[in-house]
């Protein structure tokens, strides 16, 4: 079935219309949960994280072999800060190193900075808030 140009790009435009706009790749502030081993409790700032929206293509055509990168919203420049956990018992260094995202973009997901997976843990999940059982 085809359309005549003029009915496609009214239908294409009808489409857009309707749909919500995405909020795009950009900087907003998150609260964090920062916890250590050794020290008991967690203890949640305030930083700024990349988040949003970033246009994908996915081919038709899937070639073996071939790469095919998606790109995410994610750090362009970044900083980190430091925070001194308090409860941390004697002997063990209640020194946490933290990112603070300075600007963003669409880009390809790097696994050194970036939690690429697609699922993740919420930023402010803490691993003490789980019972551990002996």
Same mark, same amino acid.
């Given at each position: &079935?085809?359309? #005549?140009?003029?009915?496609? *790009?009214?239908? $294409?435009?009808?489409?857009?219309?309707?749909?919500?706009?995405?909020? #795009?790749?950009? &900087? @907003?502030?998150?609260?964090?949960?920062?916890? /250590?081993?050794? $020290?008991?409790?967690?203890?949640?700032?305030? =930083? !700024? @994280? %990349?988040?949003?929206? %970033? @246009? =994908?293509?996915?081919?038709? +055509? /899937? +070639? #073996?072999?071939?790469?095919?990168?998606?790109?995410? %919203? =994610?750090?362009?420049?970044?900083?980190? /800060? !430091?925070?001194?956990?308090?409860?941390?018992?004697?002997?063990?260094?209640?020194?946490?190193?933290?990112?603070? *995202?300075?600007?963003?973009?669409?880009?390809? %997901? *790097?696994?050194?900075?970036?939690?690429? !997976?697609?699922?993740?843990?919420?930023?402010?999940?803490?691993?003490?808030? @789980?019972?551990?059982?002996?």
């Amino acid at each position: &079935l085809r359309h #005549p140009p003029k009915v496609f *790009a009214s239908l $294409c435009t009808l489409m857009h219309s309707h749909m919500p706009a995405l909020p #795009p790749c950009q &900087l @907003i502030n998150q609260t964090v949960s920062l916890e /250590k081993e050794g $020290c008991p409790s967690c203890h949640p700032v305030e =930083t !700024t @994280i %990349c988040s949003g929206h %970033c @246009i =994908t293509k996915d081919p038709v +055509i /899937k +070639i #073996p072999f071939s790469n095919v990168y998606q790109h995410v %919203c =994610t750090y362009r420049d970044l900083s980190y /800060k !430091t925070f001194e956990l308090p409860d941390c018992p004697p002997g063990v260094d209640p020194t946490v190193t933290y990112p603070v *995202a300075l600007s963003c973009h669409c880009g390809r %997901c *790097a696994m050194d900075t970036s939690d690429c !997976t697609f699922e993740s843990l919420q930023p402010d999940f803490c691993m003490n808030d @789980i019972p551990f059982y002996y």
